[in-house]
Protein backbone atom coordinates (compact mmCIF):
# COMPACT_ATOMS: atom_id res chain seq x y z
CA UNK A 1 0.00 0.00 0.00
CA UNK A 2 0.95 3.37 -1.05
CA UNK A 3 0.62 6.79 1.25
CA UNK A 4 -0.69 9.64 -0.82
CA UNK A 5 -0.60 13.02 0.13
CA UNK A 6 -2.36 15.92 -2.44
CA UNK A 7 -1.75 19.70 -2.31
CA UNK A 8 -1.83 22.65 -4.63
CA UNK A 9 -5.20 23.10 -4.84
CA UNK A 10 -7.42 26.27 -4.75
CA UNK A 11 -9.65 29.10 -6.52
CA UNK A 12 -8.33 30.48 -9.31
CA UNK A 13 -9.56 32.62 -12.37
CA UNK A 14 -10.22 31.12 -15.79
CA UNK A 15 -7.10 31.09 -17.59
CA UNK A 16 -4.84 30.26 -14.40
CA UNK A 17 -3.17 27.92 -13.45
CA UNK A 18 -2.05 25.89 -10.63
CA UNK A 19 0.66 23.13 -9.80
CA UNK A 20 -0.62 19.78 -7.76
CA UNK A 21 1.70 17.69 -5.94
CA UNK A 22 1.18 14.33 -4.23
CA UNK A 23 3.44 13.09 -2.10
CA UNK A 24 3.97 8.88 -1.84
CA UNK A 25 5.74 7.74 1.07
CA UNK A 26 4.97 4.42 3.16
CA UNK A 27 5.82 1.80 0.76
CA UNK A 28 7.04 -1.40 0.11
CA UNK A 29 6.10 -2.12 -3.45
CA UNK A 30 7.10 0.78 -5.61
CA UNK A 31 4.50 1.62 -7.96
CA UNK A 32 4.43 1.33 -11.58
CA UNK A 33 1.73 3.53 -12.55
CA UNK A 34 1.23 7.03 -10.92
CA UNK A 35 -2.07 9.10 -11.94
CA UNK A 36 -4.48 11.73 -11.66
CA UNK A 37 -8.69 11.54 -11.29
CA UNK A 38 -11.02 14.58 -11.06
CA UNK A 39 -14.69 14.22 -9.38
CA UNK A 40 -17.11 16.89 -10.24
CA UNK A 41 -19.94 17.08 -8.26
CA UNK A 42 -22.72 14.70 -9.42
CA UNK A 43 -20.25 12.94 -11.47
CA UNK A 44 -18.34 9.93 -11.67
CA UNK A 45 -14.38 9.60 -11.16
CA UNK A 46 -12.35 10.36 -14.29
CA UNK A 47 -9.04 9.81 -15.43
CA UNK A 48 -7.18 13.09 -15.83
CA UNK A 49 -3.79 12.08 -16.74
CA UNK A 50 -1.68 9.32 -15.44
CA UNK A 51 2.55 8.12 -15.95
CA UNK A 52 4.54 5.37 -15.85
CA UNK A 53 6.84 5.69 -13.02
CA UNK A 54 9.85 3.45 -14.33
CA UNK A 55 9.88 5.11 -17.12
CA UNK A 56 8.71 8.04 -17.03
CA UNK A 57 6.95 8.27 -20.41
CA UNK A 58 4.91 7.47 -22.15
CA UNK A 59 2.44 10.07 -20.21
CA UNK A 60 -1.29 9.35 -21.25
CA UNK A 61 -3.59 12.69 -21.07
CA UNK A 62 -7.60 13.61 -21.33
CA UNK A 63 -8.56 14.71 -24.35
CA UNK A 64 -10.31 17.55 -22.79
CA UNK A 65 -7.02 18.40 -21.11
CA UNK A 66 -4.21 17.87 -23.58
CA UNK A 67 -2.34 20.85 -24.32
CA UNK A 68 -3.15 22.50 -21.16
CA UNK A 69 -1.77 20.00 -18.70
CA UNK A 70 0.82 18.42 -17.93
CA UNK A 71 2.28 15.59 -15.40
CA UNK A 72 5.53 14.73 -14.35
CA UNK A 73 7.00 12.60 -11.77
CA UNK A 74 10.39 13.54 -9.51
CA UNK A 75 11.28 10.07 -8.29
CA UNK A 76 14.14 11.73 -6.06
CA UNK A 77 11.19 12.96 -4.06
CA UNK A 78 8.55 10.73 -4.20
CA UNK A 79 6.29 12.95 -5.73
CA UNK A 80 3.69 13.60 -8.70
CA UNK A 81 2.77 16.84 -10.35
CA UNK A 82 0.29 17.99 -12.25
CA UNK A 83 0.69 21.72 -13.87
CA UNK A 84 -2.51 23.00 -14.96
CA UNK A 85 -2.55 26.13 -17.44
CA UNK A 86 -5.35 27.79 -18.54
CA UNK A 87 -7.71 26.38 -16.73
CA UNK A 88 -11.64 26.35 -17.65
CA UNK A 89 -14.49 26.44 -15.01
CA UNK A 90 -15.13 23.01 -16.47
CA UNK A 91 -11.98 22.05 -14.81
CA UNK A 92 -13.43 22.16 -11.58
CA UNK A 93 -13.68 19.41 -9.05
CA UNK A 94 -11.75 16.87 -6.46
CA UNK A 95 -8.47 16.27 -7.77
CA UNK A 96 -6.95 13.02 -6.58
CA UNK A 97 -3.74 11.08 -7.24
CA UNK A 98 -3.84 7.62 -7.38
CA UNK A 99 -1.31 4.74 -7.52
CA UNK A 100 -1.25 0.95 -8.98
CA UNK A 101 1.34 -1.70 -9.19
CA UNK A 102 -0.10 -3.76 -12.19
CA UNK A 103 -2.28 -1.82 -14.96
CA UNK A 104 -1.93 2.05 -16.12
CA UNK A 105 -5.00 2.13 -17.55
CA UNK A 106 -8.17 4.82 -17.00
CA UNK A 107 -10.12 2.69 -14.96
CA UNK A 108 -10.21 3.93 -11.29
CA UNK A 109 -10.91 0.71 -10.09
CA UNK A 110 -7.55 -0.62 -11.01
CA UNK A 111 -6.07 1.74 -9.01
CA UNK A 112 -6.10 0.80 -5.20
CA UNK A 113 -3.95 3.18 -3.44
CA UNK A 114 -5.62 6.84 -3.43
CA UNK A 115 -5.38 10.03 -1.73
CA UNK A 116 -7.91 12.09 -0.07
CA UNK A 117 -8.03 14.95 -3.01
CA UNK A 118 -7.28 18.48 -3.28
CA UNK A 119 -10.20 21.02 -4.12
CA UNK A 120 -9.43 22.65 -7.16
CA UNK A 121 -12.29 25.89 -8.39
CA UNK A 122 -11.93 27.72 -11.46
CA UNK A 123 -14.52 30.54 -11.42
CA UNK A 124 -14.58 34.39 -12.42
Known amino acids: QVQLVESGGGSVQPGGSLRLSCAAS????????MGWFRQAPGKGREGVARIYTTRGTPAYYADSVKGRFTISLDNARNTLYLQMNSLKPEDTAMYYC????????????????WGRGTQVTVSS
Open 98 to 113: AASRTRCTWNPDHFPD
Open 26 to 33: AYTDAPNC
